[in-house]
């Protein structure tokens, strides 16, 4: 199971620790993030894209190419890139060049977003959701295949074949999961084209996936894809500290800042205390505490979803001191990557 972390780039602050830093300033420490994550030997780094005043990442591809000359071998990849607002020719060829610069490194979680701003910036319609994915999800699998497409839409121009979309990646094919919340039908066009998994569980039980999960195997085996092709990844809410009680302290404020501003606009009450604690209890979906804590629920988690290809902290969904950032980096990839390998009889990817 490799372990990896995800980031929004998140320049909110909780208003009682201080102001928002200035953006310049954390997108140099998030770099530095990345580059640590590499080091302690982390498996995975992905960067989200949103376009909101509480975050960077609205171009996540230049994030991810500076880092691309600050590592080695961690693996480069969005999370998720909101397709359905974007030209498949621009993200494969973006992607295909983040391959080259990184060394065969880059990967496409390609979904549609858990905000809808995107939609009327790119003068797109928000009815037609659904449609912009299904449509441009095929002509992204269809750039994988070679240069020169002939291939038909109702949203963006066709391409008769005679441009060839470049450059070509050095992975063949570059890899594309599809990123997924609850839907069953995500889980089930997931397995029938055969494409892994990466599956956003933010609150609630981990648990409660596993019937979503096996539906998704189920419908890769009805397709006629083998087993091993068919990779669930997780994507969690979690934080390290040097005692659960110390990472609870440092993270709880800035969430529950971040989840009261879009409980605002979605209509949630403000998240309490009590709900964040409850949630990194056992069964919860929080895997925020000490390394010994996290490893175990972590491995606890695993189990009851069927063991998982990767599972990656969201570390950031509210901008966090960068000393906190780099001590709960350095104790996922020194202590909790290490402890969960050794469970697994597994050795470092």
């Not at 002509?139 to 497409?149: F, I, Q, Y």
């Not at 969690?236 to 971040?258: K, N, R, S, V, W």
């Not at 929080?286 to 969201?314: H, S, T, Y």
């Amino acid at each position: 199971m490799q372990i990896g972390i995800d980031s929004f780039a998140a320049i909110d602050a909780d208003p009682r620790t201080g102001p928002p830093l200035r953006p310049e300033e954390r997108l140099r420490n998030l770099i530095e993030e990345i580059e640590l994550a590499d080091q302690v030997g982390l498996d995975a780094f992905g960067v989200g894209e949103h376009h909101r005043p509480e975050f960077l990442d609205s171009a996540p591809t230049m994030i991810l190419a500076a880092a691309a000359a600050r590592t080695r071998r961690i693996r480069l990849t969005s999370a998720v890139t909101v397709l359905s607002a974007a030209d498949p020719v621009r993200v494969f060829q973006e992607f295909a060049t983040l391959d080259l610069l990184s060394g065969g490194r880059a990967e496409i979680v390609a979904g549609r977003g858990s905000f809808t701003e995107a939609y009327p910036l790119f003068g797109l319609d928000l009815a037609d959701y659904d449609s912009l994915f299904a449509e441009k999800l095929d002509l992204l699998l269809r750039l994988r295949e070679g240069p020169r497409v002939r291939w038909s839409g109702q949203h963006r121009p066709a391409l008769d074949g005679s441009v060839g979309v470049y450059p070509r990646p050095l992975q063949d094919p570059l890899p594309v999961w599809l990123g997924v919340g609850g839907s069953p039908e995500s889980f089930v066009r997931a397995g029938a084209l055969g494409l892994p998994l990466m599956v956003a569980i933010i609150g609630g039980e981990p648990r409660r996936f596993r019937p979503l999960v096996d539906l998704y195997r189920e419908a890769g085996r009805r397709a006629g894809h083998a087993p091993e092709k068919l990779k669930v990844g997780l994507h969690m809410i979690g934080f390290l500290g040097a005692t659960a009680e110390q990472a609870a302290d440092d993270f709880f404020p800035g969430y529950a800042h971040t989840f009261a501003k879009i409980g605002r606009e979605r209509g949630w009450p403000p998240p309490t205390r009590a709900q964040f604690d409850a949630l990194r209890g056992p069964t919860g979906a929080l895997l925020i505490g000490d390394a010994a804590l996290v490893a175990e629920k972590l491995l606890r988690v695993a189990a009851a979803l069927g063991g998982p290809a990767r599972v990656n902290f969201q570390m950031a969904v509210a901008a966090l001191p960068h000393a906190a950032m780099r001590r709960s980096i350095e104790i996922l990839g020194g202590e909790v990557a290490p402890a969960v390998r050794r469970a697994l009889g597994v050795t470092a990817s």
